[in-house]
């Protein structure tokens, strides 16, 4: 079995090439820069301390729609239960939109 970091960087690399290929969020085209590109990758890189489910309160343009809300879907692994959620800081969202990835769920 594979090593959940290791996982969880290869759910985000699919993701963000899902995103660059086939739109952002939300029906929004993705028009990416090679800044932003870089940035999404900078923000992976440099919250691999987080689960899947606390990178997509910090940047939900990475994973689909409901992935938050839909636990039967996507369930819950013993980490989340087990973790606090993190404070989002103005650090955070800065560095979210310089990836182009502070899209909100609606």
Not at 42 to 67: K, M, N, W
Not at 73 to 85: C, N, R, V
Request: proline share 8%; net charge positive.
């Amino acid at each position: 079995m594979r090593n959940p970091v290791h996982r969880r960087a290869a759910l985000a690399c699919a993701v963000v090439a899902t995103a660059l290929l086939g739109g952002c969020s939300y029906g929004m085209p993705a028009r990416l820069t090679p800044a932003q590109q870089q940035a999404r990758i900078r923000l992976i890189e440099s919250r691999t301390h987080l689960t899947d489910r606390q990178l997509a309160r910090v940047c939900p343009g990475f994973y689909p729609r409901d992935f938050l809300t839909n636990t039967k879907k996507y369930p819950l692994t013993s980490k989340d239960k087990a973790k606090s959620q993190p404070k989002v800081t103005a650090a955070d969202r800065a560095q979210a939109h310089a990836a182009g990835c502070d899209v909100r769920p609606s």
